[in-house]
């Protein structure tokens, strides 16, 4: 089974619609989302959800008021912030937990003397299976200020490789985070392929670097397209030949194309519509694969 990911040292790059088109592109894949923290390719490919479990990631503390003796020692360990002083009765204060502010370390647990703070596992979000136009995708909604750290992305790839392997699918594409932190190692670690996506700026040159040595890191071959490339064709060269220096091939370019948010309204991927760029994608496609065979 073949995985390609599609990375971007930051985000509004591209990468979504990029990916979006590839899922129309492609013979049947399976779709991950594993930009978790904003995830938005189910705009363009608009799924019904199949299936839905909640993710739980990490702990949280919550005081029991009833066996809270109000005596304030688990106030100044945390350091967080995350006691707080309540009013409990007409007779003082008694103190809780900012579930925000928590970090689930855990101490006020432990140093707790009537062991009143409870630490149960921290609901953080869902994740879904559901049926698309171009095939099966597992994509996820973080709640508000929620933990992540890579786990949820780890579920949502397990179990698009579970979906591909129970109905036979040849290949699964990624819509992956952007930067270099904990989620896109967990997007990235293991794939057949890596495009990195990136823009003709100097930010654009810097981020995309740092995508290559996280890839080069875990021996992932990369390739590189540059979106919007006509904005800058200088920079757009100097990219190209800084990313072959460091190893990857050039997939090809993107023309920047107005074109694009009009599809986006419409809610349909950039080759569905008669967009130019669309050609351009189209091109990107073809060459990932006659020249590395992704799918």
């Known amino acids: 089974m073949k995985e390609l990911v599609i990375l971007s040292g930051k985000g509004g790059t591209g990468k979504t619609s990029i990916t979006a088109s590839f899922a129309a592109l492609a013979n049947r894949p399976v779709m991950a989302d594993c930009d978790?923290?904003?995830?938005?390719?189910?705009l363009l490919l608009h799924p019904r959800i199949v299936e839905q479990h909640n993710f739980y990631s990490g702990h949280e503390a919550i005081v029991r008021a009833e066996d809270c003796i109000d005596c304030g020692v688990c106030?100044?360990?945390?350091?967080?912030g995350a006691v707080i002083q309540?009013?409990?009765?007409?007779?003082?204060?008694?103190?809780?937990?900012?579930?925000?502010?928590?970090?689930?370390?855990?101490?006020?647990v432990w140093i707790c003397p009537t062991k009143a703070i409870d630490f149960p596992d921290r609901y953080c979000g869902v994740w879904m299976s559901s049926e698309t136009r171009f095939g099966p995708m597992v994509h996820a909604q973080l709640g508000v200020a929620a933990e992540n750290s890579g786990k949820l992305v780890t579920v949502v790839r397990e179990n698009a490789k579970r979906i591909a392997e129970l109905h036979?699918?040849?290949?699964?594409i990624i819509d992956g985070p952007p930067g270099i932190g904990c989620a896109a190692i967990a997007s990235l670690a293991g794939v057949t392929q890596a495009l990195a996506i990136t823009e003709p700026s100097v930010s654009g040159e810097h981020d995309l670097m740092r995508i290559l040595?996280?890839?080069?890191?875990?021996?992932?071959?990369?390739?590189?397209?540059?979106?919007?490339?006509?904005?800058?064709?200088?920079m757009t060269q100097r990219?190209?030949?800084?990313?072959?220096?460091a190893g990857a091939r050039i997939?090809?370019?993107?023309?920047?194309?107005q074109s694009v948010t009009r599809a986006q309204m419409l809610g349909r991927t950039v080759v569905e519509?008669?967009?130019?760029?669309?050609?351009?994608?189209?091109?990107?496609?073809?060459?990932?694969n006659f020249e590395n065979g992704i799918f």
């Not at 021996?219 to 590189?224: A, D, F, K, R, W």
């Not at 997939?251 to 194309?257: A, E, L, T």
Request: with cysteine.
């Open 36 to 42: 978790v923290d904003a995830a938005d390719l189910h």
């Open 75 to 80: 106030l100044e360990p945390c350091r967080f």
């Open 86 to 108: 309540v009013e409990k009765d007409v007779h003082g204060a008694g103190y809780a937990i900012d579930p925000i502010a928590c970090e689930g370390c855990g101490v006020c």
């Open 273 to 288: 519509t008669d967009a130019r760029s669309a050609e351009d994608i189209r091109q990107v496609w073809q060459t990932l």
């Open 251 to 257: 997939v090809g370019r993107i023309r920047y194309d």
């Open 213 to 234: 040595t996280l890839a080069r890191h875990f021996g992932i071959p990369t390739s590189v397209c540059v979106n919007k490339w006509d904005l800058n064709p200088e």
């Open 168 to 172: 036979k699918h040849d290949s699964i």
């Open 239 to 245: 990219i190209e030949q800084l990313a072959q220096a």
